[in-house]
């Protein structure tokens, strides 16, 4: 695993695992439907050969509509056979303000990953959270560590050009264009 490789590699890992967490709330959250924005910080630890991978930071934006959790689940499902991962839920806890879950992944070498997700709905403008997934394996060097701290925000009820269940990339952190 090269350094370039890493960072894009482990944010796709984290949005997928996020959308199959996020997938197994079958009660949308209380927060307004349309446009968000997430700003997305990434701290990766525990790269092999000693690798520092400073933290990495990317701004996201998303339709959120009511039913684009239980499309969500239902896509994942419709692709788990196809998966050489087979991932399982547990200690899910849903209420009007917080949401959390486990998530546990296996791939076929025998890679491991074990992802906690951790959701405040401050209100229905706006929620923040975090996730830390610890991951091992037979190439991975003990104590690889991803932790991401997540910040969402409301934008518009129109989604414009950004279709349910599909993200769109739109730079840095308050959607300054990459560096």
Same mark, same amino acid.
Do not use: I
């Given at each position: 695993?090269?350094?370039?490789?890493?960072?894009?590699?482990?944010?796709?890992?984290?949005?997928?695992?996020?959308?199959?967490?996020?997938?197994?709330?079958?009660?949308? @959250?209380? /927060?307004?439907?349309?446009?968000?924005? !997430?700003? =997305?910080?990434?701290?990766?630890?525990?790269?092999?050969?000693? &690798?520092?991978?400073?933290?990495?930071?990317?701004?996201?934006?998303?339709?959120?509509?009511?039913?684009?959790?239980?499309?969500?689940?239902?896509?994942?499902?419709?692709?788990? @056979?196809? /998966?050489?991962?087979?991932?399982?839920? !547990?200690? =899910?806890?849903?209420?009007?303000?917080?949401?959390?879950?486990? &998530?546990?992944?296996?791939?076929?070498?025998?890679?491991?990953?074990?992802?906690?997700?951790?959701?405040?709905?401050?209100?229905?403008?706006?929620?923040?959270?975090?996730?830390?997934?610890? /991951?091992?394996?037979?190439?991975?060097?003990?104590?690889?560590?991803?932790?991401?701290?997540?910040?969402?925000?409301?934008?518009?009820?129109?989604?414009?050009?950004?279709?349910?269940?599909?993200?769109?990339?739109?730079?840095?952190?308050?959607?300054?264009?990459?560096?």
């Amino acid at each position: 695993m090269n350094l370039r490789s890493a960072v894009p590699s482990a944010l796709a890992a984290l949005f997928s695992l996020a959308t199959f967490a996020s997938a197994q709330t079958v009660t949308p @959250p209380p /927060m307004k439907m349309g446009l968000w924005q !997430s700003d =997305v910080t990434v701290q990766m630890s525990g790269m092999p050969n000693g &690798v520092s991978v400073p933290p990495h930071a990317v701004t996201s934006q998303f339709c959120m509509t009511p039913n684009t959790w239980q499309d969500s689940l239902r896509n994942l499902q419709n692709r788990r @056979p196809n /998966m050489p991962v087979n991932c399982t839920t !547990s200690n =899910v806890q849903q209420d009007g303000h917080h949401y959390s879950a486990d &998530v546990q992944c296996t791939a076929q070498q025998g890679f491991t990953t074990n992802v906690h997700v951790d959701m405040q709905f401050d209100s229905d403008e706006s929620m923040h959270g975090t996730t830390t997934m610890n /991951m091992s394996g037979p190439n991975a060097p003990p104590g690889m560590q991803m932790n991401s701290t997540v910040k969402s925000k409301f934008l518009n009820s129109d989604c414009g050009d950004v279709k349910p269940g599909q993200g769109k990339m739109v730079g840095a952190p308050g959607g300054a264009p990459p560096s």
